[in-house]
């Protein structure tokens, strides 16, 4: 990779920081995506082109969506490239050589958290003028990163593409956080016909240029709302006669902490998120819950999931309320192929900057990648989930978050190297 380009990365990374934007939300990315995609000489699909709907999980209604591209245009996004995404964000590359090949697959997440950056001149996107300029987003999980690494390897594909064979799709991934964009991609069916999956994830605090094979231990988890609706009453003069959503929420939350953990694996349940009632002296009428629960494979998560169910219908009845549940996102359980695992141990020792090579380790969280990797495995190919490591100045998802960028060169070189064993003209 010429100095240019490194020089493009940062300038991609730190553009899409600035501009940050949640999940279904990106359409300001997805505009910036497809235009350097396009421009480069590739197929593009956008949004629902590449999104099933009725698979989309956790997506906010149309009127807020409306907001959200509304303020991509004023930030500079193309309306061509909107017009097309259809309401839905995400953007796929494919580069067919039209040679007999292999159908190779790369997924790089492109949503901002829901977070507020912090403002401080020790905090290096905000001393540098690149923090986010939109209320309530930030990269602060490192996906602007990851939407950079996409775009640097395209330019890179490009470059190289008469070496090589098959087909490539890059896949820009709306909604990662909370798990709900993934299954949208699936169900479109752009995974069935791939025989190589790669993907991976950037920071963790370890040393830049450290890069580790092999993560196992993905917790599949279920994301869902839940509402309660009592009926609202005067708390002075007649509390008999209302029904306390905010009662049956609370007393579901102590409950939903009492699940016992799993004797075969590690159990998880959180509830992020208690919103209830209207005034003082009013009966709460209603009550939002957000929760998640995560198991080490299916069984587990069910376990977790089917109690947190009993618990919030035997609130609801102590109550007298009425309850509904929403799924807003889930991921599963998955294993890395050896064969990829043992091809990135070996192309990562070619590249300039890897520094350490480990083959596994444990990861304790969930990654909706899973469901992608899944999906590849079942229809006969191969996945692999590298870990690129590089220090951060804070824990992902914390507001001072920031990354090393040297990882943004080392991480296209070592896909790059990938493709070209795999995809390789013989």
Request: aromatic residues 8%; glycine residues 8%.
């Amino acid at each position: 990779m010429d100095e240019k380009l490194e020089e493009k990365l940062i300038a991609y990374r730190r553009d899409f920081h600035k501009y940050a934007e949640t999940g279904w939300t990106e359409f300001r990315t997805s505009s910036k995506i497809a235009e350097v995609l396009s421009t480069l000489g590739y197929e593009v699909l956008l949004g629902k082109e590449m999104i099933e709907p009725s698979a989309v999980m956790g997506r906010m209604k149309d009127e807020e969506i409306k907001k959200h591209i509304d303020r991509a245009i004023s930030q500079g996004a193309n309306p061509k490239w909107i017009d097309r995404m259809d309401g839905y964000t995400g953007v796929v590359a494919i580069l067919d050589t039209k040679i007999d090949g292999p159908t190779t697959a790369l997924r790089f997440d492109i949503d901002a958290n829901d977070a507020v950056e912090i403002e401080d001149h020790k905090h290096r996107p905000y001393k540098e003028c690149f923090a986010s300029q939109n209320e309530g987003a930030m990269h602060a999980c490192g996906h602007d990163g990851h939407a950079a690494i996409g775009l640097g390897l395209a330019h890179e594909l490009i470059k190289n593409k008469e070496q090589l064979t098959g087909k490539i799709k890059l896949i820009f991934q709306p909604a990662e956080e909370g798990v709900r964009g993934a299954n949208a991609i699936v169900e479109k069916g752009l995974l069935d016909d791939v025989d190589y999956f790669l993907s991976g994830h950037i920071g963790l605090g370890i040393t830049v240029g450290k890069i580790i094979a092999k993560p196992w231990g993905f917790l599949c988890t279920t994301k869902m709302d839940v509402t309660y609706t009592g009926k609202g009453a005067h708390a002075g003069t007649a509390p008999n006669e209302g029904n306390n959503a905010l009662l049956a929420a609370s007393s579901a939350v102590l409950n939903l902490y009492a699940i016992p953990p799993h004797k075969d694996g590690p159990t998880r349940i959180n509830v992020g998120i208690l919103q209830a009632g209207v005034g003082r002296n009013v009966i709460a009428p209603s009550a939002l819950m957000k929760l998640e629960t995560r198991g080490l494979n299916h069984t587990l998560n069910q376990y977790m999931y089917d109690k947190a169910v009993k618990i919030i219908e035997n609130t609801a009845r102590m109550y007298d309320v009425s309850y509904k549940i929403e799924k807003m996102g889930q991921a599963v359980d998955c294993t890395c192929d050896e064969e990829l695992v043992d091809l990135v141990i070996k192309q990562a020792k070619d590249v300039m900057g890897v520094v350490e090579i480990e083959r596994e380790i444990y990861f304790g969280g969930s990654e909706d990648v899973t469901l992608m990797i899944k999906r590849v495995q079942d229809m006969g190919g191969k996945s692999v989930y590298i870990l690129l490591g590089t220090e951060i100045a804070a824990q992902h998802h914390n507001e001072w978050f920031d990354f090393d960028e040297r990882i943004l060169k080392i991480a296209v070189n070592l896909f790059e190297n990938l493709i070209q064993f795999l995809n390789h003209q013989k």
